[in-house]
């Protein structure tokens, strides 16, 4: 009688070991997929941008002539841990971008502002109010970023309106 019990309760001890180890894995997988979450951020865009999502975006690496070679994105924009606006992401290969005389540029000049809670957003989540100016190919540096509305055709855009604003120095 003394056997069956016995054994009873080892299995019982080894279930309840499984689980509670299970659990803590389950747990532990959470919260780091809980820290690799992306901040929430919503951006009111200017008037002035075109409306819809840009042809390509990324950092300028180099100027030629009537063209501006960048370094297209391959994920959006996050928020540092400075609480800075990064508004890129990796490098996903260089695009040509066709500068003509009908080229509209806008400089942005918005404000990166502490994040602001509103009703449905987390405290840490923000809120940003794009604001643009009149702007020129000359200010563009390798450290500018771009957003390009025009026509693709390959790693080739004619560019009908770009939106930029210059990186910060890295640390």
């Not at 499984?18 to 803590?24: D, S």
């Not at 959006?76 to 992401?89: A, L």
């Not at 989540?125 to 643009?132: A, E, G, K, N």
Request: contains cysteine; negative net charge; hydrophobic residues 40%.
């Amino acid at each position: 009688m003394k056997r069956p019990v016995l054994i009873l309760g080892g299995v019982a001890v080894l279930v309840l070991i499984a689980a509670a180890f299970i659990g803590g894995k389950l747990i532990q997988q959470r919260s780091s997929d809980a820290d690799l979450a992306q901040p929430l951020m919503q951006v009111t865009p200017a008037a002035e941008v075109p409306k819809g999502d840009p042809v390509v975006d990324g950092y300028m690496d180099y100027r030629d002539d009537n063209s501006v070679f960048l370094c297209a994105f391959v994920s959006g924009p996050t928020i540092n841990q400075d609480e800075t606006i990064n508004k890129g992401g990796a490098c996903g290969g260089m695009v040509e971008v066709v500068i003509t005389h009908e080229t509209k540029f806008l400089h942005d000049i918005s404000a990166e502002p502490k994040p602001m809670p509103t009703e449905g957003l987390r405290p840490e989540d923000w809120i940003v109010q794009q604001v643009v100016e009149p702007g020129d190919v000359s200010a563009l540096t390798n450290r500018s970023g771009l957003q390009v509305w025009g026509q693709r055709n390959g790693n080739r855009v004619v560019a009908d309106t770009i939106v930029y604003w210059t990186a910060r120095p890295a640390p």
